[in-house]
């Protein structure tokens, strides 16, 4: 049988390939643009390598994906792992008989503005949203002044990676990030919602049949405001035993009120003066290499719990031991300036280095980079161990200082 994926994140297909032979079954890639996962393809286990099969295809044209799709004969699941894609992802599994979640939960996460007003109105967060017009400076500065107030963040209701966002303190800095918004290419809706004060953190956690299990906290570090590009991470965090039951508690309730009721989700949140508030629900594993971080921690493959929750069974991992291995630490390295990329200076001196550091491309010399307020400026991942996450993030951001990329104009 074969299992067959709209787009997967940039990072985990080697361990996805991996989970699907193990449980007996081919893994088929649907993809517009196979640089995505130029670096998991380069590093696929050699017996790994002859269980996948990749299918070019226009992945934003859901008639063609569905056309591929129909072209499998033995089809027996059909992955749901991106942001971008999920909606269809969860259309195609309905039309086609295959195990999923409901497209309906699916849209409902996808909106961010949606679920916020979902959640405050049932008392899940303190925070109200207000929605926007995205072309009337002028008349989205009052809705914002008068029913969210300041500081304020303004977001693309269905934004990923960091784009489209702006975090405001004072009007002018309003009145600017309303119309740089205007003139930005939105995925979804402009709308607004009160600036929640904190550090901020994703819980990364599994669910099956209402059930949630947290299987860890994660930092997430951002850049000094205005710009919110995340730039390093750790896992998992050490929170007090009373605050982490607290914390699972309430994202099991969180995902329970928007019908999540089975595989990952990797829900950000800011703990506040006044305890967890949500950030964003995103129904997948996180990205960039958190996944790998939990393979680490949990000492398994946890993306056998996503092809058991793709052919639509109970997973393992919910009983797996929850601190096996080493925390992981890890440091998003951005370019001083835009340019093309011709390298990095530093790789070489990446043994020297305490958690034995790995480099994980996410551009290759001669890519242009065009923006650097979010990930999509990110050159390259770095990734150290420790026995603790604070001890693994130090040692990612003392190897990842070392790191430089080298830009030509």
């Keep these: ?18 989970a699907a032979a193990d449980a007996g079954h081919r893994l088929v890639l649907l993809t517009a643009d196979r640089a995505v996962y130029r670096h998991e393809l380069a590093h696929l286990p050699p017996d790994a390598r002859g269980a996948l099969d990749i299918v070019d295809v226009d992945t934003l044209d859901p008639a063609a994906s569905g056309a591929a799709l129909a072209r499998i004969p033995d089809l027996a699941g059909l992955i749901n792992s991106t942001d971008t894609f999920g909606v269809v992802a969860a259309d195609l599994a309905a039309g086609l008989g295959l195990p999923g979640p409901e497209p309906a939960a699916v849209r409902l996460v996808r909106d961010k503005a949606a679920v916020r007003a979902l959640l405050h109105d049932r008392g899940l967060s303190r925070l109200p949203a207000r929605t926007l017009t995205g072309e009337d400076p002028a008349a989205d500065a009052a ?8 500081p304020a963040v303004l977001k693309d209701s269905a934004g990923t990676s960091s784009r489209g966002v702006w975090l ?111 950030v964003e629900i995103n129904r997948r594993i996180g990205g960039a290499l958190v996944g790998e971080a939990l393979c680490r921690r949990l000492a398994v493959n946890v993306y056998d719990a996503l092809i058991d929750t793709t052919l639509g069974r109970r997973p393992a991992l ?91 104009p």
Excluded: K
């Design 1 to 18: 049988m074969t299992i067959a994926a709209l787009e997967l994140l940039s990072f985990g297909l080697g361990r996805i390939v991996t």
């Design 143 to 150: 809705t914002v002044l008068d029913a969210i107030g300041l």
């Design 168 to 278: 405001v303190r004072d009007e002018a800095a309003l009145r600017a990030a309303l119309t740089a918004a205007a003139g930005t290419p939105l995925r979804g809706g402009l709308f607004a919602e009160p600036l929640a004060a904190g550090p901020l953190y994703s819980a990364e956690t599994l669910s099956w049949g209402g059930r949630t299990r947290l299987l860890g906290v994660c930092s997430r570090l951002v850049s000094p405001e205005p710009a919110v590009r995340e730039e390093a991470a750790s896992f998992p965090v050490a929170l007090p035993g009373p605050e982490a039951a607290g914390v699972e508690e309430w994202i099991g309730r969180l995902l329970a009120a928007v019908g999540h009721e089975a595989g990952f989700a990797h829900v950000e949140f800011v703990l506040t003066e006044r305890g967890p508030e949500l």
């Design 318 to 408: 919910l009983d797996a031991p929850r601190d096996a291995g080493p925390a992981s630490g890890f440091v998003l390295v951005y370019p001083p300036t835009a340019g093309t990329l011709t390298g990095w200076s530093g790789l070489d001196t990446l043994p020297a280095f305490p958690g034995n550091p790995e480099w994980y491309p996410t551009l290759s010399p001669g890519d242009r980079v065009h923006h650097l307020d979010d990930q999509r400026g990110c050159t390259g991942i770095l990734l150290t161990e420790a026995p603790t996450a604070e001890l693994a993030l130090h040692r990612a951001l003392a190897a990842a200082g070392s790191v430089h990329p080298v830009m030509a």
